[in-house]
C-alpha cells in the first residue's frame, strides 16, 4: 500500500444502484482527487476536494472528505453500465507537491 | 481540451535493449509526470520535470531516466530494459501549482 488504502478494491452492482468507494490516506493533506480509469486507457480526472471542504458534488458525482478520520468517499448515484472502469483517489500531501495515488477500485456495473 | 499524446499504445522489446517512450502535450503546461501502473500497486511515480532541461527523481526512479529539452516534450528512457520493467507507463501533464493531471493513454511495455 502507498501510505493510503482504497476500498473496496472490487465493487459489483446493478444498473441504476448507488456505488460507493472510500480512500484513506495517513498524511496531513492539502487536498484529495478523484480520477477514473476505463480499461488500457489513461486517467481522467473527476473532482477535487480541498482540505478545508467537507462535501462536493458534480453531477452524479459527490465526494466527501473528513480530515480527522484521514478518509474521503466517492458516490456515484444511479449508475450506469458505462460508469464502468478503476476508480482511484490521489493524495496532495502537505509535505510535499507529489499526487500520491491510490490502488484504486474496479467498478463493474451489469446492465 | 489538453492533450497528451504518449508515441506508442503497445512496445514489445527485449532484454538489454534501450528504449525510449515519448510524451508531448499540447496546453503549454511546465509540469511533466512520468508514472508506471502495475496490478495491485496502483500508480508509482517515475520522475518528474518543472521545467525544461530540469528533472526530479519520483518514488522509483532506477533504471529510468529521462529527458526534457523541449516544453511539450518529456522522454522516459529505459537504458536497458528488463523484464520487471514490464508495465502500464502513463505520461501526465500539468499547470504549475495546477492541482489536476492530464494523462495520456499510456504505453503497454513487454520487456521479453
Known amino acids: 500500500s502507498q501510505q493510503g488504502e482504497e476500498d473496496p478494491q472490487a465493487l459489483s452492482i446493478q444498473e441504476g444502484e448507488n456505488a460507493t468507494m472510500n480512500c484513506s490516506y495517513k498524511t496531513s493533506i492539502n487536498n484529495l482527487q478523484w480520477y477514473r480509469q476505463n480499461s488500457g486507457r489513461g486517467l481522467v480526472h473527476l473532482i477535487l476536494i480541498r482540505s478545508n471542504e467537507r462535501e462536493k458534488h458534480s453531477g452524479r458525482l459527490r465526494v466527501t472528505l473528513d480530515t480527522s478520520k484521514k478518509s474521503s468517499s466517492l458516490l456515484i448515484t444511479a449508475s450506469r453500465a458505462a460508469d464502468t472502469a478503476s476508480y482511484f483517489c490521489a493524495r496532495r500531501e502537505t509535505s510535499g507537491s507529489r499526487l500520491t495515488f491510490g490502488e484504486g477500485t474496479q467498478l463493474t456495473v451489469n446492465p | 481540451d489538453v492533450k497528451v499524446t504518449q508515441s506508442s499504445r503497445y512496445l514489445v522489446k527485449r532484454t538489454g535493449e534501450k528504449v525510449f517512450l515519448e510524451c508531448v502535450q499540447d496546453m503549454d503546461h511546465e509540469n511533466m509526470f512520468w508514472y508506471r501502473q502495475d496490478p495491485g500497486l496502483g500508480l508509482r511515480l517515475i520522475y518528474f520535470s518543472y521545467d525544461v532541461k530540469m528533472k526530479e527523481k519520483g518514488d522509483i526512479p532506477e533504471g529510468y531516466s529521462v529527458s526534457r529539452e523541449k516544453k511539450e516534450r518529456f522522454s522516459l528512457i529505459l537504458e536497458s530494459a528488463s523484464t520487471n520493467q514490464t508495465s502500464m507507463y502513463l505520461c501526465?501533464?500539468?499547470?504549475?501549482?495546477?492541482?489536476?493531471?492530464?494523462f495520456g493513454s499510456g504505453t503497454q511495455l513487454s520487456v521479453l
Open positions: 501526465a501533464s500539468s499547470l504549475p501549482g495546477g492541482e489536476k493531471l492530464f
